[in-house]
């Protein structure tokens, strides 16, 4: 269980909010949340965003060894 205080429009006030049984299998990063003072359903925007690698560093192969 992880309960989150977030503020309620519907409330007015800061408010206990648990997720519900999500049933779009987004498991524990579903982004919607239930205000548990008035049964509201909120959704969370909380993406994480990875950033695009734009210089990916290229694996040179090495220069294998001397020969000495
Ligand atoms: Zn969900
Ligand atoms: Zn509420």
Same mark, same amino acid.
């Not at 779009?24 to 990063?29: C, I, M, T």
């Not at 994480?48 to 734009?54: E, G, H, I, V």
């Given at each position: ?6 503020? *309620?429009? @519907? *409330?007015?006030?800061?408010?206990? %909010?648990?997720?519900? /049984? *999500? ?6 990063? *579903? /982004? ?7 049964? @509201?359903?909120?959704?969370?925007? @909380? %993406?994480? %965003?990875?950033? &695009?690698?734009? &210089?990916?560093? #290229?694996? #040179?192969?090495?220069?294998? #060894?001397?020969?000495?």
């Amino acid at each position: 269980m992880s309960d989150r205080e977030l503020y *309620c429009d @519907t *409330c007015e006030g800061v408010q206990p %909010f648990e997720m519900p /049984p *999500c049933a779009d299998g987004h498991g524990a990063d *579903c /982004p919607e949340l239930l205000c548990t003072g008035c049964g @509201t359903a909120v959704l969370i925007a @909380t %993406f994480a %965003f990875q950033p &695009t690698r734009l &210089t990916d560093r #290229r694996r #040179r192969p090495s220069a294998g #060894r001397h020969a000495a």
